[in-house]
């Protein structure tokens, strides 16, 4: 199971939110301050709010997408799953928040200096900076992956698997960190969140593969 969420902030403050194989939900918002949730499966929700809007959507059991936008500040949250959360989130200083999964948490932030952080759990963190015409993608999968690309030359992955440690790849140089302390040796876990695999947002599989 590849479980993947990746955050895309472009030059028309587009934000797209991806996880589960066929589960998809995206939240856009662009010059026309149109967002749009749509979360894949059989049940399609479209959600399209102005700037003063707050719109909640509901899919069947105890799965939840809520969309609300505010007034001030612009906020675009959206909340799907269980315990399992998602939440994107633009303010008045573009800042785009994902998380997601109970202590896993991965969070993208843009503000007016253009500055991205990448945190996930464990204390682990990660931080890039990009500039105003870059593309951002975290992408987290089932070999609990996460990584950052910028869009112009400089390339930042971060990778946590199975060797216990944290890459850090820039154009320039190479770093490992040794975070083998944060799960329990010899348990059926190592090698992953001391939560297990992550479970990003736990939905149901697709009824189609």
Not at 87 to 116: A, L, P, V
Not at 165 to 194: A, F, L, M, N
């Amino acid at each position: 199971r590849k479980d993947t969420i990746s955050c895309t902030t472009g030059r028309k403050d587009t934000i797209s939110c991806t996880t589960g194989r066929k589960d998809t939900i995206s939240c856009t918002t662009g010059r026309k301050d149109t967002i749009s949730c749509t979360t894949g499966r059989k049940d399609t929700i479209s959600c399209t709010t102005g700037s003063k809007d707050t719109i909640s959507c509901t899919t069947r059991r105890k799965d939840t997408i809520s969309c609300t936008t505010g007034r001030r500040k612009d906020t675009i949250s959206c909340t799907t799953g269980r315990k399992d959360t998602i939440s994107c989130t633009t303010g008045s200083e573009d800042t785009i928040s994902c998380t997601t999964g109970r202590k896993d948490t991965i969070s993208c932030t843009t503000g007016r200096k253009d500055t991205i952080s990448c945190t996930t759990g464990c204390k682990d963190t990660i931080s890039c900076t990009t500039g105003r015409k870059d593309t951002i993608s975290c992408t987290t999968g089932s070999e609990d992956t996460i990584s950052c690309t910028t869009g112009r030359k400089d390339t930042i992955s971060c990778t946590t698997g199975y060797k216990d440690t944290i890459s850090c790849t820039t154009g320039k140089k190479k770093e490992e960190y040794d975070i083998s302390h944060v799960w329990p040796q010899g348990s059926e876990y190592e090698g992953h969140r001391r939560e297990g695999p992550l479970d990003l947002v736990n939905l149901e599989p697709s009824d189609k593969q």
